[in-house]
């Protein structure tokens, strides 16, 4: 059974850090387009970063400079390392992924076929 499995969310003041950990079990990860979304309360869900086949990265505007995304194929693990966290980075986060070498619209969430359950992320002022 294919499955994505979020972690290391938690709550965490203006200015920290935190990485989010997806672990993905029954499929090869590194076959798959990648990535991660987040959704507040009252919004709609947003691509945060994705990461394709080849390790080509792509961030949304909002989050470039502060966050990274990378991949662990050996662990089968897909990673956010988020710094200078802002209150407005607060919001559930989940992991994606789709079986394509690449996509032309990465941060577009109909384009991903498998989620995760999703991790809270507070980011306090």
């Known amino acids: 059974q294919v499955q994505l499995v979020e972690s290391g969310g938690g709550s965490v003041q203006a200015g920290g850090s935190l990485r989010l950990s997806c672990a993905a079990s029954?499929?090869?990860?590194?076959?798959?387009?990648m990535g991660w979304f987040r959704q507040a309360p009252g919004k709609e869900r947003e691509g945060v970063a994705a990461i394709d086949s080849d390790g080509r990265k792509s961030y949304a505007d909002s989050v470039k400079g502060r966050f990274t995304i990378s991949r662990d194929n050996v662990k089968n693990t897909l990673y956010l390392q988020m710094n200078s966290l802002k209150p407005e980075d607060t919001a559930i986060y989940y992991c994606a992924a789709v079986l394509r070498l690449w996509l032309t619209t990465p941060h577009k969430a109909d384009e991903y076929k498998i989620w995760g359950q999703g991790t809270q992320v507070t980011v306090s002022s």
């Open positions: 029954g499929y090869t990860s590194s076959t798959y387009c």
